[in-house]
């Protein structure tokens, strides 16, 4: 299951966000979005846990909890809308 994740800190990279998720259950991947041009975290991520059973937990548990002075916002990934192409 495929778990966006929200209100990290600039400083979070691809580590700190898979150690968040561990405790959870296995991470097949986690990514945090960087700005190429700050060079720093755009402030949200994504995490792909094997188990939905633990991701549903991790969502569930880590949604509004605190990490380093911010409140996360933890939730199921969304599938971008497809953008119309025109020819």
Same mark, same amino acid.
């Given at each position: 299951m495929n778990i966006f994740v929200a209100s990290l800190p600039f400083s979070a990279d691809d580590q700190d966000l898979r150690e968040i998720f561990e405790p959870f259950g296995e991470v097949t991947s986690a990514? $945090?979005?960087?700005?190429?041009?700050?060079?720093?975290?755009?402030?949200? =991520?994504? $995490?792909?846990?094997a188990e939905d059973a633990d991701a549903q937990n991790a969502i569930s548990e880590l949604n509004e909890s605190s990490?380093? =002075?911010?409140?996360? $916002? $933890?939730?199921?990934?969304?599938?971008?809308?497809?953008?119309?192409?025109?020819?």
């Open positions: 990514k $945090v979005i960087f700005d190429r041009d700050r060079n720093r975290s755009k402030g949200f =991520g994504f $995490v792909e846990m990490y380093e =002075g911010r409140d996360l $916002v $933890v939730k199921i990934a969304e599938d971008r809308p497809q953008k119309n192409e025109r020819y």
